[in-house]
T-cell receptor, first 115, second 114 residues
């Protein structure tokens, strides 16, 4: 089955620094990946996604890198701000079959940004 | 607010009681998912619907759990004879039935069984 794991449970950075959050997945059939941000007491909030036919995708202050060879993806946050403090999850799914959209989440990385 | 709405936000119940949660998805989304999240963990898939049809249920969904989406719009998740181990955040998400499209989550229902 699919499992998605994170290398580091916590990450502490200074405001203005760049942050990198890593994630490994086990199922090579996974072909769609999403990063979510979750603040305390709230549901996960979509940040950015990437399809398996891409190795990099950029958004506003965020970049996701996908390395299918080693089944690894990362989320880079530029100029991290205190408002970025939250738990970050990666999630994976497969586009094939009827189960597309059914997400497998990792444990999460707690990002703390110090002013 | 046109996002995913869940009700109630918090529920405290005594062990052995039944509870029901409601989820209203984004109106044009025909896929609806239920997840459960315990403290410090990522959400775990429970079940999902395509319109009114329940297409998949996780092994986590014991026979005390039942979910419905009778008209393909809102959904309910009922837990019968609650146990302390049911204490968790129950999250609902919805999406279009298109591959490689993101799911949008509601704020969740926090269940505490005492």
């Amino acid at each position: 089955g699919e499992s998605v794991g994170l290398h580091l449970p916590t990450l502490s950075v200074q405001e203005g620094d760049n942050s990198i959050i890593n994630c490994a997945y086990s199922n090579s059939a996974s072909d769609y990946f999403i990063w979510y941000k979750q603040e305390s007491g709230k549901g996960p909030q979509f940040i950015i996604d990437i399809r398996s036919n891409m190795d990099k995708r950029q958004g506003q202050r965020v970049t996701v890198l996908l390395n299918k060879t080693v089944k690894h993806l990362s989320l880079q946050i530029a100029a991290t701000q205190p408002g970025d403090s939250a738990v970050y999850f990666c999630a994976a799914t497969m586009a094939g079959g009827t189960s597309y959209g059914k997400l497998t989440f990792g444990q999460g990385t707690i990002l703390t940004v110090h002013p | 607010d046109t996002g995913v709405s869940q009700d109630p936000r918090h529920k405290i119940t005594k062990r052995g009681q039944n509870v029901t949660f409601r989820c209203d998805p984004i109106s044009e989304h025909n896929r609806l998912y239920w997840y459960r999240q315990t403290l410090g963990q990522g959400p775990e898939f429970l079940t999902y619907f395509q319109n009114e049809a329940q297409l998949e249920k996780s092994r986590l969904l014991s026979d005390r759990f039942s979910a419905e989406r009778p008209k393909g719009s809102f959904s309910t998740l009922e837990i019968q004879r609650t146990e302390q181990g049911d204490s968790a955040m129950y999250l609902c998400a919805s999406s279009l039935s298109v591959v490689n499209t993101e799911a949008f989550f509601g704020q969740g229902t926090r269940l505490t069984v005492v």
